[in-house]
């Protein structure tokens, strides 16, 4: 590979919390040098990109996208996945294992990474379920699924409401050195709710979704941490009662991580409007009370990670009264621009946030990422946090258009993507 050198950058380094001027070499798929300052000359043979005082920082990586291979390759494929987070500045993806067949089989992980390989632009990491099926009874095999290179274990839409099934998950997570990623909805009392529970749901003439929902079984979760000793990530969580559960468990020295979706960061139940049903999601959106306190748990780092909770849907589960239509909406393409209103909004310093979006969900898995350094992998993503535009869903590069942004105006994108020192995706104006 050709050595590339990226010039004139602002670098932002969210694994130390370090930016300033500088400029980056890359070699052989991984970071050479780091030069903080003036750019050194280039070496011999070696491109130079000018960065135009953009800011560099290490690539996304993203802990929660639906792809619908194998089994709905009409909604989404790992290639049109990849193009998509390729354009949004994600490197990495975990795939949840809602495909059809399950990935409950080292088979089928290895068929994943297998596609991934020869069609993706991005790294591909497949989440294996916990349990058969997804059936919530039945375990899987840890120990064979993680050897296949399943690198978390999920249920993925569904949770794992059964407690003596969760105890043994966990046990034999915290023997293999594995991660459990649990999403936190008791359907019991989800029932038939589609949007939160309050004014908003009672003026819309919809059932709603009580807190509680989340809030038990994340209670249950932790004790069953408490009591087995299990890596445990809440995939993500939405209100102000559970980031303090999850800040009480921290400070109890549990292993314990969370996620929040980009869309209750930046959106809120008023989102809805007129019977949105992009806006129709799982966790559903909150108001703004409970907004403000994810951003301010965000910011403070009780909430480890955002995520984008891709979830690809076509018009035959989506364009269908509010009450009907299926919960999820994009979000891979849209993550980075959508979490920059942060940015502009004064709540989040650019760091924090690229180390939630990067450096955390690395460390999360337990892989090399998230860094700027010598030896770190050339995973980058070359940003102008101030371009303003208006999303337009045909121009996404997912194969469904069920986008919560749909002629939103956002602010920043990814004008350069690197996966292992290539050049994944480079920005054009449209035509």
């Keep these: ?63 929660r996208a639906f792809v619908g291979e194998p089994g709905a390759e009409h909604r989404e494929t790992l290639a049109s996945a ?30 994943v990474l297998r596609r991934a390989r020869d069609t993706a632009s991005v790294h591909v990491l497949p989440a294996a379920a916990i349990t058969k099926g997804l059936g919530g009874r039945v375990m899987t095999e840890f120990g064979l699924l993680g050897e296949a290179g399943a690198v978390a274990f999920t249920d993925g839409l569904r949770s794992l409401t059964n407690a003596q ?31 939160n529970e309050g004014e908003m749901a009672s003026r819309l003439g919809l059932h709603g979704i009580p807190r509680e929902a989340e809030t038990i079984l994340l209670e249950r979760d932790i004790r069953l941490v408490r009591l087995t000793g299990g890596r445990y990530h809440a995939a993500m969580i939405s209100c102000a009662d559970s980031v303090e559960i999850v800040r009480r468990a921290k400070e109890a020295g549990l292993p314990v991580t969370c996620g929040v979706s ?72 849209t993550l980075l621009a959508a979490a920059l209103r942060l940015v502009h909004a004064g709540d989040l310093p650019l760091p924090r946030l690229l180390a939630a979006l990067s450096s955390a969900p690395a460390r999360v898995l337990g892989r090399a990422g998230g860094r700027l350094a010598p030896g770190a992998p050339a995973d980058l993503v070359l940003i102008d946090p101030d371009a303003p535009y208006v999303l337009d869903k045909r121009r996404l590069r997912s194969l469904s258009k069920n986008s919560p942004f749909d002629e939103a105006r956002l602010q920043g994108r990814a004008l350069l993507t690197l996966v292992g020192g290539r050049v994944v995706h480079r920005f054009e104006e449209p035509r």
């Excluded at 920082?57 to 802990?63: K, Q």
């Design 82 to 111: 990849s193009a998509a987070a390729a354009a949004g500045g994600v490197t990495t993806l975990v795939c949840m294992p809602d495909t059809n067949p399950v990935i409950d089989d080292p088979a089928i992980v290895d068929f």
């Design 165 to 195: 099934v969760m105890r043994r998950a966990l046990t034999y997570a915290r023997d293999f050195g594995a991660l459990l990623m649990q999403h936190v909805e008791e359907p019991d009392l989800v029932g038939d709710g589609v949007m």
């Design 1 to 63: 590979m050709t050595p590339l050198l990226i010039a004139n950058a602002r670098l932002v380094d969210p694994a130390s919390g370090r930016e300033g001027p500088g400029a980056v070499l890359v070699r052989d798929g991984v970071v050479a040098d780091v030069h903080w300052g003036a750019a050194p000359p280039a070496p011999e043979g070696a491109e130079t990109v000018e960065a135009g005082g953009h800011v560099l920082a290490p690539g996304l990586v993203d802990l």
């Design 262 to 333: 980009i869309n209750n960061l930046v959106l809120n139940e008023n989102d809805i409007g007129h019977y949105r049903t992009f806006c129709k999601l799982s966790p559903p959106l909150r108001d703004e009370a409970d907004r403000q306190a994810v951003v301010a748990g965000l910011a403070e780092g009780v909430i480890d990670v955002v995520v984008s909770d891709h979830n690809p849907q076509d018009v035959e589960t989506k364009r269908l009264p509010f009450a009907e239509a299926e919960d999820g909406a994009l979000g891979i393409e």
